[in-house]
């Protein structure tokens, strides 16, 4: 139990369902995080927020849409997927801290993930 | 961007061995994270280390920042062992939020 909550553990949706991950942390972090970790290719940031603030977002297509409503709680809205979006998707979390302006990003902590079958 | 390389990429074991894995990374880093993902896909934290020497039970972990390099080490290897082992790095220069992954170590430890 790392403190990080992912829900559903699996999901099998049609190309043209709407779905939603969610994600919750339980640790007081500040920083939350989206991964995805296909079976050819290593894991990969999708999304991150800092203090419900997006600051990365890797290139996603937008059938991906983030919502971080406060600090501890992240969704990844699904709309008209693939089948290659087919994968593991992870959570993470961490705390930050600010200095001169920037924010350092410190260790990151992760979900059990969600298995998504796009059919 | 910053190149994470894992080696080796498969390794067998016989219970009651040690090994060492090593991850290099082609930046500076300011943060380095070793990880085991078990056979459901949970990555469990072993190491916070971008610098210096942790151990934890059977697992220590060194990392050399001025060279690039991190080596994890597992001593009497366990079938519970068995895995994917990750190392993930983070640099000032990129997005200190995202870690970059290694394509991982696989691991078999046999009974």
């Known amino acids: 139990e790392t403190g990080v909550t992912q829900t559903p553990r699996h999901l099998v949706m049609g190309m043209t369902n709407k779905k939603s991950l969610k994600c919750e942390q339980h640790?007081?972090?500040?920083?939350m995080y989206w991964y995805k970790q296909s079976a050819k290719k290593p894991l990969e940031l999708m999304f991150v927020?800092?203090?419900?603030?997006?600051?990365e977002n890797n290139s996603v297509p937008s059938r991906f849409s983030p919502e971080c409503p406060n600090s501890s709680h992240l969704f990844l809205h699904l709309h008209t997927l693939q089948p290659e979006d087919s994968a593991l998707y992870l959570c993470?979390?961490?705390?930050?801290?600010?200095?001169?302006?920037?924010?350092?990003?410190?260790?990151?902590?992760f979900g059990p993930g969600t298995r998504l079958t796009v059919l | 961007g910053i190149q994470v390389e894992q080696s080796p990429p498969d390794l067998i074991l016989q219970e009651g061995a040690n090994s060492t894995l090593r991850c290099n990374f082609s930046?500076?880093?300011?943060?380095l994270q070793w990880f085991h993902q078990n056979p459901w896909g949970q990555l469990i934290n072993l190491f916070y280390?971008?610098?210096g020497t942790k151990q934890n039970g059977r697992l220590s972990a060194t990392t050399v920042a001025t060279e690039r390099y991190s080596l994890l080490y597992i001593s009497s290897s366990q079938t519970t062992d068995s895995g994917v082992y990750f190392c993930?790095?983070?640099?000032?220069?990129?997005?200190?939020?995202?870690?970059?992954f290694g394509k991982g170590t696989k691991l078999s430890v046999k009974p």
């Open positions: 993930a790095v983070s640099n000032y220069g990129g997005s200190q939020g995202n870690l970059i």
């Open positions: 993470a979390s961490s705390q930050t801290s600010a200095s001169g302006g920037s924010s350092s990003y410190n260790e990151q902590f």
């Open positions: 927020y800092n203090f419900k603030e997006q600051t």
């Open positions: 930046d500076s880093v300011n943060n």
């Open positions: 640790l007081g972090h500040n920083a």
């Open positions: 280390i971008p610098s």
